[in-house]
């Protein structure tokens, strides 16, 4: 890590939990191979009064920017003073860039899944027929990106259907020639058998006991199957791999969110963060949690 003197300037997460985030092994990597003075530190908040405070108090510090995780995606919405369109559609920030003393909202999940499918299954969403598993932050996020690189059409499978309706309706007036619905699990064999890519965007997977938020029978060769969860392989993730599918999880999607983030940060772009080093970093803080055994 760069040496931390009296003009290093301060990015960071703020999120409950992050004992288990690779964001401060990936971005403090890339600051110094870039050369940025610059520090990035885990900004671990319990409530949204935290967070509030947390983030009135980074507006007072130097900070280039932040990051913002589970549970605090949407509320953070809130509390920027300017909001990118995508993140507002998405209805979660999770970059937020400080510019002369404002909060400047924008959301580099979508960005992330669309650069993680192209480069590690060559899939381009123009014209494809996608599903969604879940309808919260990383769900939106991803409708967004999905939508404005041109699917053809986008389901969303939800649990609370009123909540999948409510993303739609939010994003609605912006979707031009995209078809859009919402179903529930129950109904969307169908869909999920005819879809081009599934992108499973909730937490079902996470625990070592989880089954998949879909059957793996319904999947099979020729569909692109994106996990957005990462540091184990899921059900759906070795389920559609059985099933002859291209499955990838989420570590391309993470590394691209936070490249995207360093890039909004380093308003310079004249050099782009490199991917590569970040996923060596955040491979082996996985790496080192395994070997803790946590
Ligand atoms: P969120 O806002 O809390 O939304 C969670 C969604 O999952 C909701 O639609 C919820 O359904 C659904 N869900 C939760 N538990 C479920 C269950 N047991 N069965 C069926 N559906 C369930 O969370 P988020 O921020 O969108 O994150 C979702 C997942 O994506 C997390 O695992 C997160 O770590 C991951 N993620 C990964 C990346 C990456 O870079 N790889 C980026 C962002 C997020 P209801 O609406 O019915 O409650």
Redesign the pocket.
């Known amino acids: 890590m760069q040496p931390i003197s009296g003009t290093t300037r301060l990015a960071g997460v703020i999120g409950h939990p992050l004992a288990h985030s690779l964001s401060p092994a990936m971005h403090n990597a890339v600051y110094e191979e870039l050369g940025l003075d610059w520090v990035y530190v885990p900004l671990h908040v319990k409530d949204e009064i935290g967070l509030r405070r947390v983030v009135a108090a980074i507006q007072s510090l130097p900070f280039m920017g932040f990051n913002v995780t ?2 605090f ?1 949407q509320a953070m919405l809130e509390l920027c003073d300017e909001v990118a369109m995508a993140a507002s559609m998405a209805g979660a920030v999770n970059t937020v860039h400080c510019v002369d003393g404002r909060l400047v909202g924008y959301n580099t ?1 979508g960005r ?1 899944l669309l650069e993680a499918l192209k480069d590690e299954a060559g899939f381009e969403p123009a014209g494809k027929d996608v599903v969604i598993c ?6 939106g996020a991803a409708l967004v990106g999905l939508m404005l690189a041109q699917a053809a059409s986008i389901t969303i499978v ?3 259907i009123d ?1 999948a309706e409510e993303l739609l309706d939010r994003v609605r007036p912006h979707m031009n020639a995209v078809r859009v619905q919402a179903v529930s699990a129950m109904a969307a064999e169908e869909t999920v058998r005819a879809a081009d890519l599934l992108v499973n ?4 997977g ?1 625990r070592p006991d989880d089954d998949s ?1 879909i059957p793996v029978q319904w999947v099979g060769p020729g569909q692109v199957v994106y996990d ?3 540091g184990r392989t899921t059900a759906l993730v070795s389920g559609a791999r059985a099933q002859g599918a291209l499955a990838l999880d ?1 570590l391309g ?2 590394v691209a ?1 936070g490249a995207t983030a360093v890039d909004i940060w380093n308003e310079s772009k004249q050099v782009r963060a490199s991917r590569a080093t970040m996923r060596a970093a955040a491979e082996a803080q996985l790496t080192a949690h395994e070997q803790d055994g946590r």
């Open positions: 589970m549970p995606k999940d992330g879940g309808a919260g932050g990383a769900a939800n649990r609370n909540g965007a909730t937490p079902v996470m938020p957005m969860i990462y989420g999607m993470l969110q």
